[in-house]
């Protein structure tokens, strides 16, 4: 079982940057892929960032490659999004989920934090 608690969220100029934490209970929390993912009104939930368990994997989604940064502390059980030269686009609201395989696919991450809203101003 993982909790899964994101912070760091809120309200940014285009342009402007923000550092997203998702915090994690559980001893084998070093064993899971964790994904951002985010999801705007009206919209369904779309992948963000991943970064596996001992961090030698990560990918990110095309619309954010080059902007965002995805890095994890397994000895705080925490995960980070680092995001720069944000733009009004990015407004949604940030959740991270942990699953044990390998996939942006949100339909297949078993547990999921509460989300933080990230609003970005023209």
């Known amino acids: 079982q993982v909790q899964l608690v994101e912070s760091g969220g809120g309200l940014v100029q285009a342009g402007g940057s923000l550092r997203l934490s998702c915090a994690a209970s559980?001893?084998?929390?070093?064993?899971?892929?964790v994904g951002w993912f985010r999801q705007a009104p009206g919209k369904e939930r779309d992948f963000v960032a991943r970064?596996?368990?001992?961090?030698?994997?990560?990918s990110y989604a095309d619309s954010v490659k080059g902007r965002f940064t995805i890095s994890r502390d397994n000895a705080k059980n925490t995960v980070y999004l680092q995001m720069g030269s944000l733009k009004p686009e990015d407004t949604a609201v940030y959740y991270c989920?942990?699953?044990?395989?390998?996939?942006?696919?949100?339909?297949?991450?078993?547990?999921w934090g509460q989300g933080t809203q990230v609003t970005v101003s023209s």
């Open positions: 989920a942990a699953d044990l395989g390998w996939s942006t696919d949100p339909g297949t991450y078993d547990y």
């Open positions: 970064i596996s368990g001992s961090s030698v994997s990560t």
């Open positions: 559980g001893r084998t929390f070093s064993l899971y892929t």
